[in-house]
């Protein structure tokens, strides 16, 4: 059992990193998808341990390599970026630090996004609370990271535990938890090098705060699922226009969770 885990697809594998059981955890878990879309049963990967216990993170595949960036280890947020090859078959290799490669800031529950040859960290929790900063490493081409900048531009409000999309030509933030539990969006249209703009408000807000959620497009449908809330267990959806503006959210009628959940991941 695990909290605070990052999740990614590679292949007919769904792996399962880290999180956190009574404290931060270093291994790896995969099952198999199977054709129909079910899934097989989990295994520990043998010989596959994070380089440092973390929960919190985030993780990105680029290239022939996976990526997590920052979290919480056993010390508190964490700076620090690893990878692990992956190879031919799907499968990976040994995770280890990247060299001269941090965060500007320590940070976790954050989230990230790869965008045209560059990997864009947003927000988060810092050791002073909420973050509202942004920071981009570019990849050189064969997937190697660079050193992490600071861009000038910031959210509009500081978030941590907040889910990310990426849909067309605009990059999205949900909720999370600043002052408050936070039930705003906010958005940002990339530009012709990649980068998003000053973000603005998305105008859209959830029938509930909540933070700690997953967020899943389908078509042009945007779902909200689950989260810290006092709707755990409940769904939310709104409707992208084609000037990238979301419709009211509102609560699916007949779809909730099985158990409610926070601080889970969805694929």
């Known amino acids: 059992p695990r909290r605070g885990h990052a999740s990614v697809v590679i292949g007919a594998s769904l792996y399962v990193l880290g999180g956190s059981n009574s404290g931060p955890l270093d291994s790896v878990e995969r099952a198999t998808i199977n054709a129909d879309g079910t899934l097989g049963a989990f295994a520990t990967v043998s010989g596959v341990h994070l380089a440092i216990a973390r929960s919190g993170h985030t993780a990105s595949v680029v290239g022939g390599y996976l990526y997590l960036t920052g979290g919480t280890g056993p010390a508190g947020p964490l700076d620090s970026v690893e990878r692990a090859p992956i190879n031919p078959d799907g499968t990976l290799g040994e995770f280890a630090a990247v060299a001269g490669v941090t965060l500007p800031t320590p940070r976790s529950n954050h989230t990230a996004v790869v965008l ?132 009211p959210f509102a609560t699916v009628d007949g779809v909730s969770l099985t158990t409610p959940r926070r601080r889970h991941t969805a694929a």
């Open 116 to 247: 045209d040859g560059a990997l864009y960290v947003f927000g988060g929790s810092g050791n002073a609370g909420a973050l509202g900063s942004i920071a981009r490493a570019v990849f050189d081409g064969g997937g190697l990271l660079g050193a992490f900048t600071t861009l000038g531009d910031t959210m509009m409000t500081p978030r941590q535990g907040h889910a990310m999309a990426v849909i067309g030509n605009y990059v999205y933030s949900f909720g999370g938890l600043g002052a408050v539990a936070l039930d705003s969006t906010e958005w940002a249209t990339l530009m012709l090098n990649g980068e998003p703009s000053q973000p603005t408000a998305g105008g859209a807000t959830f029938v509930v705060p909540r933070s700690e959620a997953t967020v899943v497009v389908i078509d042009r449908y945007v779902y909200v699922v689950g989260g810290s809330t006092t709707s755990a267990n409940t769904v939310e959806r709104a409707t992208m226009g084609a000037d990238g503006a979301l419709s």
